[in-house]
């Protein structure tokens, strides 16, 4: 079993928008699970986490027409978590129904890879006011400036363009 690092700099960059109190989030793309599991460990909340698995993620959730195959197997990634944290952890593939749960994260994924769309109606369908969501939006991508209007009319941005510079606009909003 894939052994976590106890310290990531994304989670570092992201930690002080985590609201206390949270009982659950979802992961979408959850990689190898480390942000996940440090989520965990810091607010003891219910993980949830979204990703293709056996290689079947579906077609055009890319900006091509290509199947798009997962860097990660989500059922791989969760016993990864599960063995460094104790947590069970609830795994969703592409397209399933999104849970309701208190914070919405996407590191370098959704919307990263693949355009806002793919998620976006079946969040709003379960997001609850004062949800969090954050977002890493593509820089350099036509698609950006859609996005970041798309979610200003349902969400309030609470923090631009933070962390290190690099391929992304890493965005923490709030849902209206």
């Known amino acids: 079993m894939r052994a976590l690092a106890d310290e990531d700099p994304d989670f570092d960059e992201i930690k002080e928008f985590i609201p206390p109190g949270i009982a659950s989030f979802l992961d979408i793309g959850p990689g190898q699970g ?9 607010t003891g909340a219910d993980i949830h ?42 795994t969703y593939l592409p397209g399933d129904d999104l849970p309701a749960v208190d914070l919405y994260l996407s590191l370098h994924s959704w919307s990263f890879h693949y355009p806002l769309e793919v998620y976006y109606e079946r969040l709003l369908a379960v997001c609850r006011p004062r949800v969090g969501l954050i977002i890493d939006l593509r820089k350099r991508r036509l698609h950006t400036g859609a ?8 969400f309030k941005l609470i923090a631009d363009d933070i962390g290190r510079d690099r391929k992304c606009e890493r965005t923490v909003w709030q849902r209206r």
């Open 49 to 90: 986490i979204l990703d293709g698995a056996e290689k079947k993620a579906g077609k055009r959730m890319g900006y091509t027409d290509e199947e798009i195959e997962p860097w990660f197997d989500v059922n791989d990634t969760a016993r990864s978590i599960s063995a460094n944290t104790g947590a069970n952890v609830h």
């Open 147 to 154: 996005a970041r209007r798309t979610l200003e009319k349902r």
């Open 34 to 42: 480390t942000q996940a599991a440090l989520i965990h460990k810091m």
